[in-house]
């Protein structure tokens, strides 16, 4: 345990985020109060005077760093910036360890690149800002600005205020994996109820089509759980649907994340294309049959190449995986194994997630467990994937963080030109309003001078079939004009 306190309200979250981004295994506790409480081995302090910020380190009651700067309580922003750097710069001190993105603990650090080079700033200027003010690692600020820039060519022709969005969520899978926190129930417990809920969904949709029905749909995007849980004719009709509920004349792209291997059939992948869809993920994780195991994956990697292949002869010209760096016990040459299996099969894009432990799954829960094992990421492993994408073809185009993530790094997605993820840069850089239906989804709608609110959907199942119409009712208050 570590327990900060800090005289001020109003900082906790900022604080927790970059602590916790230094001791990722370490529970941390911070309050606002004058006094210390708990029985610690280490803590710290955080006070925010009208002109002074002092922060400091005790190890066992034994000051061990210290650092202070100018402040001016005046101006809240200034004061959160400074605060985080204060106490980043006395992290470092007291660790010998510096973090990849500095200050940064948001979701979205591309964004802020994004923003910069829109308002003019320079390739150059933009890597500076973003080492100086937020004490982002050079090839942390470079990998940025590159991103940007692809963002930038792969929407343009979008029209972020006549355009938008629609997100489908099917919370079903074969099986829960550990790492999860995502809405998803598995299938063999929810079998009864997966009628139930489609007929909620396609009410949801039909009333979101005749709410956007003078907008253009620009992406779609089918996800989970695992949207190929659903049987072919379930799969149909979730697909006729849409078609009908929705315009989908001025479609840039169409994805149903098929994700599990386990639940790829040729009837479903049939299905599929007879709607037009050929963008589709098949999400391996690792190529490591005894990490699959342990993970909670009920497939082998020799599915996974199979359902690949038979993608691949059906004429899916779009076919993304996914993989996860830090799963329990792999190291670089487990990784380097999954690169090299992945390169064999040529996918059209790669995402490479760094591992979140997230709170609610399973690999938290029972987190010392799966400690031992070892939940090993480093600069050099990333390195390593992203030197087998750039082999492959495969450049970044897009960019996002989580909370707790392994060795405080990214995830990164690399495509062939041409092959970006436009609903994924659409999502990450909130461009764009969008609609998203069924349990768990959350709705964005991004007004024209930037400003952003949300609606969300319940995530359990029973609530949401139950729900339905205060679902439908959010989302029209949301979206009404």
């Not at 001791?23 to 409480?37: K, L």
């Not at 749909?217 to 009908?244: C, F, H, W």
């Not at 999400?283 to 691949?312: C, S, Y």
């Amino acid at each position: 345990m570590i327990e900060v306190i800090v005289n001020r309200p109003g900082f906790e979250y900022d604080i927790h985020s970059l602590v916790k981004a230094f001791f990722p295994r370490e529970d941390v506790s911070v309050r606002v109060r004058e006094e210390f409480e708990e029985a610690a081995r280490l803590r710290m302090s955080v006070i925010l005077a009208e002109d002074l910020v002092t922060a400091k380190v005790l190890e066992d009651g034994t000051e061990k760093a210290q650092k202070s700067c100018r402040n001016d309580l005046n101006d809240r922003k200034e004061t959160k910036t400074r605060m985080k750097r204060l106490i980043y710069r006395l992290l470092v001190a007291y660790t010998g360890q510096t973090l990849p993105w500095g200050t940064l603990t948001g979701i979205r650090p591309v964004k802020i690149a994004m923003q910069l080079l829109e308002q003019g700033w320079s390739d150059t200027e933009t890597e500076a800002y973003m080492q100086d003010y937020y004490l982002a690692g050079r090839e942390k600020a470079a990998l940025s600005v590159r991103i940007a820039n692809r963002e930038r060519q792969v929407l343009k022709g979008i029209n972020y205020q006549d355009g938008y969005s629609l997100y489908v969520g099917i919370p079903f899978c074969p099986s829960t994996c550990l790492y999860c926190s995502f809405t998803s129930y598995p299938l063999s417990k929810w079998e009864k109820r997966v009628e139930e809920y489609l007929d909620a969904l396609f009410r949801e949709l039909e009333d979101a089509g005749e709410r956007f029905r003078h907008r253009k749909l620009n992406t779609v995007y089918i996800g989970g759980g695992t949207p190929t849980t659903l049987n072919p004719d379930q799969m149909e009709r979730l697909l006729d649907r849409i078609q009908a509920a929705f315009d989908v004349s001025h479609l840039r792209e169409f994805t149903v994340e098929a994700g599990r291997p386990d639940s790829i059939t040729q009837e479903k992948l049939q299905v599929l294309l007879d709607h037009g869809i050929d963008r589709i993920s098949i999400n391996p994780q690792t190529m490591k049959d005894e990490t699959l195991r342990i993970i909670g994956r009920h497939h082998t990697v020799e599915q996974t190449k199979e359902a690949f292949a038979l993608a691949e002869e059906m004429g899916f010209s779009h076919i993304n995986m996914d993989l996860i760096i830090g799963l329990p016990g792999e190291g670089y040459e487990d990784v380097e194994h999954t690169m090299q299996e992945i390169a064999a099969l040529g996918p059209d894009s790669v995402t490479i997630h760094s591992l979140a432990i997230k709170r609610a799954a399973r690999l938290n829960l029972f987190k010392e467990k799966y400690a031992e094992m070892g939940l090993e990421n480093n600069m050099q492993i990333m390195d390593m994937t992203a030197g087998y994408c750039e082999k492959m073809g495969l450049e970044p185009y897009y960019l996002y963080r989580q909370k707790n993530m392994a060795g405080n790094f990214e995830n990164v997605g690399y495509a062939k030109a041409g092959r970006a993820g436009v609903y994924n840069i659409l999502m990450m850089e909130e461009k764009q309003t969008i609609v998203a239906c069924g349990a768990g989804s959350v709705s964005k709608r991004v007004y024209p001078d930037g400003r952003i609110e949300r609606c969300e959907n319940v995530k359990d199942v029973a609530s949401f079939i139950e729900r339905i119409d205060e679902m439908i009712e959010r989302k029209r208050k949301l979206l009404e004009d």
